[in-house]
Antibody
Framework: QVQLVQSGAEVKKPGASVKVSCKAS????????IHWVRQAPGQGLEWMGV????????DYAQKFQARVTMTRDTSTSTVYMDLSSLRSEDTAVYYC?????????????WGQGTLVTVSS | DIVMTQSPDSLTVSLGERATINCKSS????????????LAWYQQKPGQPPKLLIY???TRESGVPDRFSGSGSGTDFTLTISSLQAEDVAVYYC?????????FGQGTKLEIK
């Protein structure tokens, strides 16, 4: 069965970087795009960007363009989301999510979420 | 960016009654190549990731109860729960995947009266 397993919670100081991993299993890794979505405490869902695991090509929300890097390692079926210059407003649960099918970018499989806390 | 606006922000409905959530996009999300609307609905319960309910505006994901239905086209969409059950208490989000950046509605919190 399809699974996305994310790395554990992180606590970072303002100005630091965080790298969240998302390990995929149960399907052919390179066949499906993976998106990153975050959710601040008590808030809604915010789209951060998407990576094509086959080519490594990415598309980021302009808000994060200067600070985010999404990469993948096909040998381990893992995608990574690196966010730099962290500030308190980046405190959120970060989710990776996979397309349900290759027909469209509706997100049928989600990781469990990774809480990133930014605090001095 | 396409702005997704949901209404209402919160909704209180009695068990067994109908719940209706609306989602309006700032521009059409009709994908011309397949004549389908690039609009999905998700349900999120506390402490859990979102769960896909509906895609292409009206296609129910496998395993989703048939009391959930989606409708609409172009810029105006609706998620309907025909007979509210206790387990439907959650926050519901619409999501346009017509173009990047993908965007979500602000969410609608559904509670039992």
């Amino acid at each position: 069965q399809v699974q996305l397993v994310q790395s554990g919670a992180e606590v970072k100081k303002p100005g630091a970087s965080v790298k969240v991993s998302c390990k995929a299993s149960g399907y052919t890794f390179t066949f499906y795009y993976i998106h990153w979505v975050r959710q601040a405490p008590g808030q809604g869902l915010e789209w951060m960007g998407v990576i094509n695991p086959s080519s490594g090509r990415t598309d980021y929300a302009q808000k994060f363009q200067a600070r985010v890097t999404m990469t993948r390692d096909t040998s381990t079926s893992t995608v990574y989301m690196d966010l730099s210059s962290l500030r308190s407003e980046d405190t959120a649960v970060y989710y990776c999510a996979r397309l349900l099918t290759t027909e469209g970018h509706f997100l049928g499989y989600w990781g469990q979420g990774t809480l990133v806390t930014v605090s001095s | 960016d396409i702005v997704m606006t949901q209404s209402p922000d919160s909704l209180t409905v009695s068990l067994g009654e109908r719940a209706t959530i609306n989602c309006k996009s700032s521009q059409s999300v009709l994908y011309s190549s397949n004549n389908k609307n690039s609009l999905a609905w998700y349900q999120q319960k506390p402490g859990q990731p979102p769960k896909l309910l509906i895609y292409w505006a009206s296609t129910r994901e496998s395993g989703v109860p048939d009391r959930f239905s989606g409708s609409g086209s172009g810029t105006d969409f609706t998620l309907t729960i025909s007979s509210l059950q206790a387990e439907d208490v959650a926050v519901y989000y619409c999501h346009q995947y017509y173009t990047t950046p993908n965007t979500f509605g602000q969410g609608t919190k559904l509670e039992i009266k």
